[in-house]
């Protein structure tokens, strides 16, 4: 054993039966949370290694486990030591939809289509066993961009205003949003798998889901930081969830709301992820997320959020996708 794998991880795979299995580290990226390939005897299988005090496993074991009891396919679970962060979950291979289209554009439509479906297929279900996605929570994260962004372009920005502007917008969406759906939060390109043919994709990251609002994961998916999704598509992929749903007006003023919301936020984070972790490449992403934002910022349903945006944020900055960054 590697003393670089988690402490017990020997006991641990030997009660699941696992023992004597190698073990492969895979590429880290924007959490203290690891994973290791398991391979035993042609078989394989995940390890997660989620480590107390600055990970917590248990609220990924309860959303795998309601997602899978409501026949959406999260990972099987394995085995499971919650105290010391293990987990041996379902191995979904390496086929990632975002790789997968970078190979073969011409199945964007059909993937994506899945995508949504899958969505609608969640949000049929109740909220689940998750706290609701409340308005100091929209405001915490909208924040990161004012304590992360701003100061590193050394902005001097009304921050009571910003909050204010937030609130104003996101008031009204709050009681759209009762009594909620399950929410996954980070429902995209990277944490969606194929599993073996385009209809069947499986899920991950999924441990900080809430109740929230059917906008969200949309959002999420169409507007991804990670991967240019065309115009056209998400317009498209936007109108075939409305019209499979039969979501009103508000829905489109509600889907800009949360993309700006969750726009402002990935740019604070990404900043964080540079400054804070030593992660630069977040950076490049930045110029991808700032477009999508500022797009959602034309929504008449943002004008608070704008016009804060236009009274605080300098015309070169915007004009730049937020600016340049030391390389």
């Known amino acids: 054993m590697s003393a670089d794998l988690p402490a017990g991880v020997e006991s641990f795979l030997s009660k699941a039966g696992w023992g004597g299995a190698e073990i492969a580290a895979l590429p880290g990226d924007a959490s203290f949370r690891r994973y290791f390939r398991v391979h035993k005897a042609g078989k394989s299988a995940m390890l997660m290694d989620a480590p107390p005090p600055n990970e917590d496993p248990e609220p990924y074991l309860r ?23 293990l987990v041996l979950i379902e191995d979904f291979g390496e086929v990632r939809m975002r ?3 970078d190979q073969w554009p011409g199945d964007e439509r ?32 909208a924040n990161l961009f004012t304590e992360w962004y701003c100061p590193a372009r050394g902005l001097k920005v009304d921050g009571e205003a910003y909050v204010r502007a937030w609130e104003q917008t996101l008031g009204e969406l709050l009681a759209r949003q009762r009594t909620g759906v399950c929410v ?35 959002v999420s998916l169409l507007q991804d930081a990670r991967r240019d999704v065309p115009v056209q598509l998400e317009a498209v992929m936007f109108d075939y969830y409305v019209r499979k749903t039969g979501e009103g007006a508000q829905f ?54 704008a016009r804060w945006f236009d009274a605080n944020i300098p015309p070169e900055l915007r004009a730049a996708g937020g600016g340049t960054w030391p390389t």
């Open 110 to 141: 059909a993937i994506y289509t899945v995508a949504v479906d899958t969505l609608i297929e969640l949000h049929r279900l109740p909220s689940g066993p998750f706290l609701d996605y409340s308005m100091s929570e929209y405001k915490r994260e």
């Open 63 to 85: 959303a795998a486990k309601w997602l899978d009891a409501n026949g959406l396919r999260a990972p099987h679970i394995y085995a499971e030591d919650a105290q010391r962060g």
């Open 99 to 101: 790789e997968y289209l």
């Open 252 to 305: 489109l003023g509600d889907y800009a709301r949360l993309g700006a919301q969750r726009n402002a936020k990935i740019v604070g984070i990404f900043v964080r992820l540079w400054q804070r972790d030593g992660k630069p490449r977040y950076l490049d992403y930045i110029p991808r997320v700032w477009a999508m934002l500022e797009r959602d910022l034309t929504h008449p349903a943002l004008a608070p959020v």
């Open 184 to 218: 996954l939060r980070d429902y995209h390109a990277e944490n969606i798998m194929l599993l073996g043919s385009l209809e069947r994709q499986g899920l991950l990251d999924f441990q900080d889901a809430l109740a929230g609002h059917k906008a969200y994961d949309l």
